[in-house]
């Protein structure tokens, strides 16, 4: 596969226009197809090649007897509607999401309902802006991932903050009580994931942008949810290089298929330990 397609490809796992545009109704595949450059078949093809990624995963982590009962455990009654918000580590279509989803439908299929709202690059301020799509879900459960694309550093690994932590912490606490405000719906906090620093620092693309990530800034995000009375999923714990995880990609900051499907674990995990 040429560098052209391997970006292609990339960019349709982790870009959902129709998520960044939805007042265009209709933003169809055959549209998506062409904004990528493809014609609809190309594009059926390669989303078909994700889906079949995310069945081969729930299916690897089926055959874990604690993942598989704490699937038959989760607190998800029939019908109930799920609701995931963040940026691309959750967009990606081989997201813990997509898993957890396929996770249900082959284990579980009972007609639980999930939607996936993230987008890639979403910060705590655009979540608050695009609160109303939220709550018109009308979620009964409703998994937050954010904070991540906050702390990308402007100009360097020494630069300012996207959206400074003070911020990120209103932001991330007005978004919760404005939206139970609206909504009946159980809160789970997702802590952002960490980074590989060293992978991130040799990335062309994020030298010639002025752009870094630190590890200590997603870990002084995740410190902001600690003491948060809704139930937490450690995801910075998970993905910390220092602890031996292998699960990023070459740009040290989104995750391997293999990342995601650990995330996904954890989340099943913690959410059984809730019924």
Not at 214 to 241: C, H, K, N, W, Y
């Amino acid at each position: 596969m040429g560098v052209n397609a391997e970006l292609i490809e990339k960019l349709i796992r982790f870009q959902r226009p129709e998520r960044v545009l939805p007042y265009l109704d209709e933003l169809d595949d055959i549209r998506i197809a062409s904004l990528f450059g493809l014609d609809p078949a190309e594009y059926k093809r390669l989303r078909a090649g994700f889906d079949a990624q995310v069945h081969t995963a729930a299916t690897e982590l089926l055959a874990n007897p604690e993942v598989a009962d704490a699937v038959d455990r989760l607190p998800f009654e029939p019908g109930q509607h799920v609701v995931a918000i963040g940026g691309s580590t959750t967009a990606d279509r081989l997201s813990w999401f997509e898993i957890m989803r396929a996770l249900l439908a082959i284990r579980r299929p009972d007609g639980i309902r999930l939607s996936n709202l993230a987008v890639s690059g979403c910060t705590t301020t655009q979540a608050l802006a695009a609160l109303s799509t939220l709550t018109s879900q009308r979620p009964d459960w409703v998994l937050c991932h954010l904070g991540a694309n906050d702390a990308k550093r402007l100009g360097g690994i020494d630069g300012p903050r996207l959206v400074s932590l003070l911020e990120t912490n209103r932001n991330l606490l007005l978004l919760h009580d404005s939206a139970m405000r609206d909504i009946d719906a159980r809160w789970i906090w997702l802590t952002p994931a960490a980074v590989d620093e060293a992978k991130a620092a040799a990335v062309p693309h994020f030298q010639r942008a002025g752009i870094a990530w630190r590890t200590s800034d997603m870990a002084d995000a995740a410190g902001l949810l600690a003491d948060q009375p809704e139930p937490i999923v450690d995801v910075f714990a998970i993905t910390t290089p220092d602890s031996g995880f292998d699960g990023h990609l070459d740009d040290g900051v989104h995750l391997t298929g293999f990342g995601q499907q650990e995330i996904s674990a954890a989340v099943v995990v913690t959410l059984a330990q809730l019924s």
